[in-house]
């Protein structure tokens, strides 16, 4: 039975230190791209995640001194890691990269754990939301354009080579304040949507469950992510999370901030009718984004706004034959 996996970051006070015993480590590891086999020296700074799923730890690659992000979870000996597979065969600018992983033992003989060395990114899309909630002013609404594109973009090269990530929210948007770069993180539950298999419909996180999830439809497809990427854009807009339905897109229409083409792309994607939401493709194309398509435009900073449009470079796209059994 699959398991959904909830990440819980943590950040401030409420950081645990990481046992001195811990702090420096070298072990054999492996590529995420390559496999190849490599050796890594890292020292352990702090926690900074924690869930069912295990503990997420902020590291440092010696000699480099490159910041990253140690997810270890229990291994199951009888099952491949579908998150580590699909990381693998993931690479795009728009989703946290693995850059290697490697196994070590717990504290019981029979315990084994997997290690993935991820790209360390420093905010979450809810840190910002919760920081703009907190001082009671609406999120820029370039901002939230630049995190929508961004999540779009992430999705269109998840599906198109068949991955559901089946928990989309705010936490698992990780997001480069200085740079504007948006990652979508935690492959804990995603998986390959195959025609006609049956599927566990208690996935995704309570606000951002599509409808055919709350009415327990065991065969379901990639737009589930659609909707739930509505919820993220209309939490952005209203400042909390939207609930599914009518109400929560007519709280929208009753700001007088929010632009009409804001409107008119959440109401093609809040459609309780999968077959009825665009893609993620078709969503990029929406007039709502036009104005990232100006060359002239700046991030809030006056810096210049993120690389949105090398779609040359969108990565080497995995080999779904190979992802068939995940």
């Known amino acids: 039975m699959e398991q959904q996996k909830e990440l819980k970051l943590t950040s401030g006070p409420t950081q ?10 070298v072990v054999a590891a492996k590529d995420g791209r390559t496999g190849r086999d490599i050796q890594l020296y890292y020292t352990y700074e702090k926690v900074v995640g924690n869930g069912s799923f295990g503990v997420v730890y902020q590291a440092k690659l010696m000699p480099i001194e490159e910041k990253v992000a140690i997810k270890r979870v229990l291994q199951d000996r009888r099952f491949k890691n579908r998150e580590l597979e699909m990381m ?4 795009h600018p728009n989703v946290c990269g693995l850059n290697a992983y490697f196994y070590n033992q717990g504290e ?7 290690n993935l060395v991820l790209e360390y ?11 703009y909630a907190k001082i009671r002013q609406p999120i820029p609404i370039l901002q939230v354009k630049l995190y929508m594109y961004q999540l779009c973009r992430a999705l269109a090269y998840c599906h ?9 929210k705010p936490q698992n948007l990780l997001l480069d304040p200085i740079s504007g770069v948006l990652k979508l993180c935690d492959f804990g539950s995603a998986k390959i949507l195959n025609s006609g298999d049956s599927n566990v419909s208690y996935i995704c996180s309570r606000y951002y469950r599509a ?3 709350i009415f327990g439809a065991a065969e379901y497809s990639i737009k589930i992510d659609i909707w739930s990427a509505g919820c993220v854009m209309g939490e952005l807009l209203l400042g ?11 709280q929208l229409i009753f700001r007088l901030r929010t632009p009409p083409e804001a409107i008119d792309l959440m109401t093609h994607i809040l459609q309780y009718n999968p077959l009825e939401r665009p893609s993620a493709s ?34 080497k796209k995995g080999d779904k034959r190979e992802m068939m059994d995940m």
Not at 160 to 168: L, M, P, Q, V, Y
């Open 211 to 213: 409808p055919e999830l």
């Open 121 to 131: 990114v420093p905010e979450t899309v809810y840190r910002v939301a919760r920081h």
């Open 16 to 25: 645990k230190p990481v046992p001195s015993q811990l702090r420096h480590v």
């Open 160 to 168: 198109s080579i068949g991955i559901c990530h089946r928990d989309i």
């Open 282 to 315: 078709e969503a990029l194309v929406h007039p709502f984004f036009d104005e990232l398509r100006n060359p002239d435009t700046k991030m809030h900073t006056g810096k210049d706004l993120p690389p949105l449009f090398n779609f040359t470079i969108e990565g």
């Open 88 to 91: 693998r065969l993931m690479h």
């Open 108 to 114: 019981k003989r029979e315990e084994v754990y997997l």
């Open 240 to 250: 909390q999370p939207l609930f599914p339905g009518e109400s929560g897109i007519d």
